[in-house]
Each structure stands twice: as C-alpha cells, then as structure tokens.
T-cell receptor
Framework: AQSVTQLDSQVPVFEEAPVELRCNYSSSVSVYLFWYVQYPNQGLQLLLKYLSGSTLVKGINGFEAEFNKSQTSFHLRKPSVHISDTAEYFCAVSDLAAGAQKLVFGQGTRLTINP | GAGVSQSPRYKVAKRGQDVALRCDPISGHVSLFWYQQALGQGPEFLTYFQNEAQLDKSGLPSDRFFAERPEGSVSTLKIQRTQQEDSAVYLC?????????????FGPGTRLLVL
C-alpha cells in the first residue's frame, strides 16, 4: 500500500524567506501527486497537482513543486513566504493501480511564518 | 459557487451514543469521499461513492461505521455506539467525475468529540 512521509512536522521561517516542505512517497509506480493547504477551521484546499509532463508544477499563491521519480519525492517550495502562508500543508498521492481515486495523505507540516 | 458543506460543524457525544454526520457535495459532482483526521495527523480514507454506489469502504474502521448516499447527492456518515477513539475531524470531499486526476474539493469538516 502507498504511504507518504512528510519529513518535517513543523517548519518555522521568517517572512520573505524561502521555504521547502519535503514529501516522499513509497512507490515509484504510476501515481498522481498533490499538495493541499489547510487553514485553521477550514477544509483542505488544493495548491497544485502533478499528473504528467513537466516535473516542475506551479500552483496557487506562488507555490511550486518538483516531481522526482528516482527519489520518489515531491517537495513543495516558495521563494518568499508571507504571514498569510501560515497553515498546515499536506502532501497526498493517488495510486493509479488502486480501484478508487482515494488519496493517501502524509502527516502534515505546520508552516509558521515569523515577522 | 457553493462549495462542499458539512453539518454539524461540531458534535459532542457521550460514549455509546449514535451520531450522524451530513455532507452536501458540490452540485453535479459524481464522486464523494469520507476521510477521518485524527488530531495532528493527515486525513485517512474511509469510504468512496460514485453517484449512489458505494464502491470502496475499505477504510471504515469497524462495522459501527456506516455511510450512505441514497440519491447520489447528499451523504450521511453514521457512527453507532461511539467510542472515545472515534474522536476526530470527519472530512467530506467531492469531485466532478471519477478518475485519479480529478481534484477533490473538501468541506470544512465535522469535529466529533466522544466523552
């Protein structure tokens, strides 16, 4: 079964600094990859997804992620963060070999932006 | 347009009580998912509907959990004889069509506390 590992449970950064949130998944077979953001008391919102093609995916709010098949990674990056980026970030994978399009999520990374 | 809505937003139950959690997906969305999110964890898949058909219930933790979507729109997740370990946020998501590439849109969740 698929599993997703987010290597950092918490990441504190200063405002306007760059950030990288790390994500690794368990298998290199065909998968789709997603990053979701969860603001306090809100549902998960899609930031970006990788389906195929270019390994660099651009999403909303200035985020991007790079799919690396050999390292089974899908790290999320932003060159300059804002206070409003404070939230919980979840990496997820959809296994194309599975019957249903269910998502398998990592444990989440809490991003805290300090002024 | 309207997103996924869930009710109630908060539910406190005494151990042994039955609870029912409601999900209103985005109108016209074929696929509907339920996830369970324990404190400090990522969401975990519970069950999946395609229209009114429950195609995957492999994530339901016990036979005390039951979900339905009788008319292919609104869904209800029922938990019988609640236990303390059922305390979690229950998330509902819907997507326009079947297919692993489809974006899942999440509701705000129902936070269940079992005393």
């Amino acid at each position: 079964a698929q599993s997703v590992t987010q290597l950092d449970s918490q990441v504190p950064v200063f405002e306007e600094a760059p950030v990288e949130l790390r994500c690794n998944y368990s298998s290199s077979v065909s998968v789709y990859l997603f990053w979701y953001v969860q603001y306090p008391n809100q549902g998960l919102q899609l930031l970006l997804k990788y389906l195929s093609g270019s390994t660099l995916v651009k999403g909303i709010n200035g985020f991007e992620a790079e799919f690396n098949k050999s390292q089974t990674s899908f790290h999320l990056r932003k060159p300059s963060v804002h206070i409003s980026d404070t939230a919980e970030y979840f990496c997820a994978v959809s296994d194309l070999a599975a019957g249903a399009q269910k998502l398998v999520f990592g444990q989440g990374t809490r991003l805290t932006i300090n002024p | 347009g309207a997103g996924v809505s869930q009710s109630p937003r908060y539910k406190v139950a005494k151990r042994g009580q039955d609870v029912a959690l409601r999900c209103d997906p985005i109108s016209g969305h074929v696929s509907l998912f339920w996830y369970q999110q324990a404190l400090g964890q990522g969401p975990e898949f519970l069950t999946y509907f395609q229209n009114e058909a429950q195609l995957d219930k492999s994530g339901l933790p016990s036979d005390r959990f039951f979900a339905e979507r009788p008319e292919g729109s609104v869904s209800t997740l029922k938990i019988q004889r609640t236990q303390q370990e059922d305390s979690a946020v229950y998330l509902c998501a819907s997507s326009l069509d079947r297919g692993h590439q489809e974006t899942q849109y999440f509701g705000p969740g129902t936070r269940l506390l079992v005393l």
